[in-house]
């Protein structure tokens, strides 16, 4: 239940716009809701409608702890920059998959091809999903922006709490006993540059990175005593501030102290003499002999060092949990009631793809691990490394608001209330629709009744962009396949349309980049055209676009349903000259739900405008995106290191440069790109005349 707290509210909303068209009504109904203690609420807000300022008034007043679900990175990296912009005295997280890529552990009997697990792990993203559980055990005035990867195990929260420890100015500590906690919680030793989840030894002064940060804890000892705690920038080593007390917590989610580890051993063997008797008994030796010898030599690696590749699949063991029981995931994190309830609040994104996408991920993950449990690849207790049910995480969140353009029926059917947000507070309607064929045609009439030879869907895209770029707008086209993405753009480049593509296989950081250059324009260095598949079509919010190229429209199937089509058409919706072209050869049943819907949505924003006498504004956003301010503090820090070098060699600009270059090969033979890069950019910035 929502209750009127006496209290300094957690949030403190920042915007210069007050709620406007729709939004005051839907905030209002929506509050109204969580005071009755409704479980399930939706908000049909059109493209455009702002249902995430919505979302952040009604954070504000329910003044609790919040997930934001999102069903993809990008949009989670957008969405969290929004929330950061809007609550910039609170703590926004971003928590996705930390993969660029990953190829999970399987075989394939038919073939007897073991594909072993293979992954790129961005230790960036590493860094923020660290950031994200300490923020949840630390505070309150915490909003999540995450994507399904939420559901996925995690590690225990209280292991992960009960393994950080505190230091505090005048604590008995001796050095051989903080470099053993340190290892203990996963810290790697290095005597080179610190990176997150790293630390160096320099007789009394110890220096820590936590996972979570990119500044290092200095740490001073005199007789056994810590004497001095000091925060310090990682690349200028200058300091930032002293402190009296700081938090080191582990280095990794998976996480155990040695009594747990030693108890998982003794389970986990206890299941291997289990399972390698029902093998055997079987006629399966192979797979018997084959499971002994993984799962002794992972058992060998958890005595020695505590962690093994693959430990995740011993999580039940390591965690005391039953056989079947769920995971913990980031749900566990956060804070519970007096009675043990979840007390937060989950707002579901773009919810008509997100809730599928939740309620699919346990069966895939399950028949795959099935395999390689029935072919002595992993123990049964693997299976228990898995990603919640559906009714799981139902069970493991409180009040739930879905938003989305087109809620699906699940929402319909659980929700207490649909509460609609159709007017734009900008006056924006939504986009003209004109059908276009794909096959080239002579004489072909347009939509102003004019007669012309007409060449097909792809000539006369090229003819409208390019009338689109001469005014300085942005064009989006939509392909079926990625390859067609890809080629299309390159012969759109070959046309002289500045362009690229954007599809899933793209790194969740060029992602973001990618979008920024576009928003951008050429005179910014970035591009006009960009071309995608279904990447491009919930929640992307690019206000610049004022044509969207829907290419075959008319292959009915997922990227070309109703609903996509209403998604991908209110792509337009955030411009005053935005318009869409379905290109098809016939009008499906798909494409006359999506343009009657359309239709009706216009015609109401229209009489509402006229009623009001309101003229429509194009949104007007900043370029902005989650690394960019991580990209600001490292120019910053250079600036700062520059700085300090000119003052270390009184200006001798020969003696810094030769230095500096001498690191830098160096670093490059020691193949540390990471370092060479920066010293590269510093010697760059040395090179200039000081400001």
Same mark, same amino acid.
């Given at each position: 239940m929502c209750k009127v707290k006496n209290t300094v509210p957690l949030f403190n909303l920042q915007s210069k716009f007050a709620p406007a068209g729709d939004q005051p009504a839907a905030i209002k109904q929506l509050l109204k809701?969580?005071?009755?203690?409704? @479980?399930?609420?939706?908000? &049909?807000? /059109? +493209?455009?409608?702002?249902?995430?300022?919505t979302m952040a008034n009604i954070i504000a007043a329910y003044d609790k702890p919040t997930l934001v679900l999102a069903h993809n990175k990008t949009l989670a990296a957008q969405l969290a920059q929004e929330y950061r912009d809007f609550f910039p005295h609170n703590v926004v997280c971003y928590f996705v998959s930390y993969y660029?890529?990953? @190829?999970?552990?399987?075989? &394939?009997? /038919? +073939?007897?091809?073991?594909?072993?697990?293979?992954?790129?792990?961005?230790?960036?993203?590493d860094r923020l999903r660290h950031t994200a559980t300490q923020a949840l055990l630390t505070r309150r005035d915490v909003i999540i922006v995450a994507s399904v990867s939420a559901i996925y195990g995690l590690g225990s929260p209280a292991d992960y709490e009960a393994e950080n420890f505190k230091l505090t100015v005048g604590d008995e500590m001796s050095r051989s006993k903080l470099l053993k906690k340190l290892v203990s919680i996963h810290y790697n030793r290095t005597n080179a540059d610190l990176t997150p989840g790293t630390f160096r030894g320099r007789g009394n002064l110890v220096e820590v990175m936590s996972p979570a940060e990119k500044s290092i804890i200095r740490i001073s000892l005199t007789a056994d005593v810590v004497s001095v705690l000091v925060e310090i920038d990682a690349i200028s080593c200058e300091i930032v501030k002293n402190l009296d007390t700081v938090f080191i917590f582990p280095a990794k989610h998976f996480i155990t102290n040695v009594a747990a580890r030693t108890r998982a051993v003794a389970t986990i063997r206890a299941e291997l003499k289990t399972q390698l008797t029902h093998l055997e008994k079987t006629g399966k030796l192979l797979e018997a002999e084959r499971l002994k010898?993984?799962?002794?030599?992972?058992?060998?690696?958890?005595?020695?060092?505590?962690?093994?590749?693959g430990i995740e699949n011993y999580s039940r063991h390591l965690s005391g949990r039953a056989a079947g029981a769920p995971p913990d995931t980031l749900l566990s994190y956060y804070p519970k009631n007096k009675t043990g309830q979840p007390d937060f609040l989950t707002i579901v994104d773009e919810s008509h793809v997100t809730i599928p996408q939740i309620a699919g991920m346990y069966a895939g993950d399950q028949s795959r691990k099935k395999t390689l449990v029935e072919h002595g690849f992993r123990l049964p207790s693997a299976l228990d490394n898995r990603p919640l049910t559906f009714p799981e995480f139902n069970q493991r969140v409180s009040q739930v608001i879905y938003t989305s353009a087109t809620p699906a029926d699940y929402e319909h059917e659980v929700s207490a209330q649909v509460v609609?947000?159709?007017?734009?507070?900008?006056?924006?309607?939504?986009?003209?629709?004109?059908?276009k064929p794909i096959m080239a045609r002579p004489r072909f009439k347009g939509a102003q009744g004019e007669a012309f030879d007409y060449l097909g869907q792809v000539k006369d895209f090229i003819t409208e962009t390019k009338m689109e770029i001469e005014k300085g707008h942005r064009v989006l086209a939509t392909t079926l396949?990625?390859?067609?993405?890809?080629?299309?753009?390159?012969?759109?480049?070959?046309?002289?349309i500045k362009a690229e593509y954007l599809h899933s296989e793209i790194k969740t950081i060029d992602r973001i980049k990618i979008l920024t250059n576009f928003r951008r324009g050429p005179s910014a260095g970035g591009f006009d055209c960009l071309v995608g598949v279904n990447l491009l079509r919930e929640?992307?919010?690019?206000?610049?676009?004022?044509?969207?190229?829907i290419l075959d429209a008319d292959k009915e199937g997922?990227?070309?349903?109703?609903?996509?089509?209403?998604?991908?058409?209110?792509?337009?919706?955030?411009?005053?000259?935005?318009?869409?072209?379905?290109?098809?050869?016939?009008?499906?049943?798909?494409?006359?739900?999506?343009?009657?819907?359309?239709?009706?949505?216009?015609?109401?924003?229209?009489?509402?405008?006229?009623?009001?006498?309101?003229?429509?504004?194009?949104i007007i956003k900043n370029i902005t995106d989650i690394s960019q301010n991580l990209e600001d503090e490292r120019a910053q820090a250079?600036?700062?290191?520059?700085?300090?070098?000119?003052?270390?060699?009184?200006?001798?600009?020969r003696k810094i440069v030769k230095e500096k270059e001498k690191q830098m090969r160096e670093a490059i033979k020691e193949l540390d790109f990471e370092t060479a890069a920066l010293l590269r950019d510093e010697i760059k910035l040395l090179m200039e005349k000081p400001k």
């Open positions: 809701g969580l005071k009755r203690g409704n @479980q399930h609420q939706t908000l &049909l807000g /059109v +493209t455009g409608s702002g249902k995430t300022f660029d890529y990953y @190829q999970p552990e399987a075989y &394939l009997p /038919v +073939t007897d091809t073991y594909i072993e697990k293979e992954a790129m792990i961005n230790k960036e993203i010898r993984r799962t002794n030599y992972d058992l060998a690696l958890m005595r020695e060092v505590g962690y093994c590749s609609e947000q159709i007017i734009r507070p900008t006056g924006l309607v939504d986009p003209k629709i004109e059908v396949t990625k390859k067609m993405a890809e080629d299309l753009s390159v012969y759109l480049k070959e046309q002289g929640g992307l919010d690019l206000p610049e676009v004022t044509l969207i190229g997922f990227l070309r349903s109703t609903v996509s089509l209403i998604q991908t058409i209110g792509r337009a919706a955030r411009n005053v000259d935005g318009r869409v072209i379905l290109y098809a050869d016939q009008i499906t049943a798909s494409m006359k739900k999506a343009i009657n819907e359309t239709n009706r949505r216009r015609e109401k924003q229209l009489a509402y405008n006229q009623e009001n006498k309101i003229t429509p504004q194009t250079l600036v700062d290191l520059v700085k300090l070098d000119r003052a270390t060699y009184g200006g001798n600009m």
